[in-house]
């Protein structure tokens, strides 16, 4: 299955500590860079006045010794993503995505 995996991601990981005045301080940490392979599953688009939604579902697959969880942020192209529960299969792992932006 790797070596269908073309593209290259960014795995970044929410890191929450205290800053000044013990005021939480949220940062994205990298975890890893791997190989992988982004597909598009849906698009959608919402119409709600005064802004539109546009979003899709997308999956990755990823190499079995990668270390994405649910609600990491996957950098793909420079695209962020959001990742869903991890499904691990034999070889691989396939991870769900989500993104949305405004219009």
């Given at each position: 299955?790797?070596?269908?995996?073309?593209?290259?991601?960014?795995?970044?990981?929410?890191?929450?500590?205290?800053?000044?005045?013990?005021?939480?301080?949220?940062?994205?940490?990298?975890v890893e860079e791997s190989i992988c392979r982004?597909?598009?599953?849906?698009?959608?688009?919402?119409?709600?006045?005064?802004?539109?939604?546009?979003?899709?579902?997308?999956?990755?697959?990823?190499?079995?010794?990668?270390?994405?969880?649910?609600?990491?942020?996957?950098?793909?192209?420079?695209?962020?993503?959001?990742?869903?529960?991890?499904?691990?299969?034999?070889?691989?792992?396939?991870?769900?995505?989500?993104?949305?932006?405004?219009?």
């Amino acid at each position: 299955m790797e070596h269908l995996m073309t593209d290259k991601c960014r795995i970044l990981r929410n890191q929450t500590t205290l800053g000044q005045y013990n005021r939480p301080q949220t940062s994205l940490l990298l975890v890893e860079e791997s190989i992988c392979r982004l597909t598009r599953k849906s698009t959608f688009y919402s119409n709600q006045t005064p802004q539109v939604e546009v979003g899709g579902n997308f999956r990755l697959y990823l190499p079995i010794k990668s270390q994405v969880k649910d609600g990491d942020t996957i950098e793909v192209y420079g695209e962020k993503y959001v990742a869903d529960i991890p499904y691990k299969l034999i070889n691989h792992i396939e991870v769900d995505l989500k993104v949305t932006k405004e219009v």
